[in-house]
């Protein structure tokens, strides 16, 4: 069992930047799919980003250009890199792995750790 624990939420102003950071601990994360999945208030969650163990990575439409996922093996962390922000992606954070042997996470049931999410506010 990986154990996954997020940092970098905050708030902010619409346009400004914020990097999540998930740090993964008990199992390496190398040969994982990892994510991030986000959650507003009375919504369901919905993933942003994903990247497999190979580096690469699919983003939802409404952040591309805007957000980067990336991997450091080494360090057994996760990133995400929000630019131009809007208030419409304020939501919980959550750092979510699929561990099973060459998983792609390719539904939500896929992701089988999470973290306990960090909060981002985006106010206009």
């Known amino acids: 069992q990986v154990q996954l624990v997020e940092s970098g939420g905050g708030s902010v102003q619409a346009g400004g930047s914020l990097r999540l950071s998930c740090a993964a601990s008990g199992q390496s994360i190398r040969g994982y799919c990892m994510g991030w999945i986000r959650q507003a208030p009375g919504k369901e969650r919905e993933r942003v980003a994903v990247?497999?163990?190979?580096?690469?990575?699919t983003m939802k439409d409404s952040v591309k250009g805007r957000f980067t996922i990336s991997r450091d093996n080494a360090e057994n962390t996760l990133y995400l890199q929000m630019n131009s922000l809007k208030p419409k992606d304020t939501a919980k954070y959550y750092c979510?792995?699929?561990?099973?042997?060459?998983?792609?996470?390719?539904?939500?049931?896929?992701?089988?750790?999470w973290g306990q999410g960090t909060q981002v506010t985006v106010s206009s």
């Open positions: 990247i497999n163990n190979l580096g690469g990575a």
């Open positions: 979510a792995a699929d561990s099973t042997y060459g998983g792609t996470c390719a539904t939500m049931t896929d992701f089988n750790n």
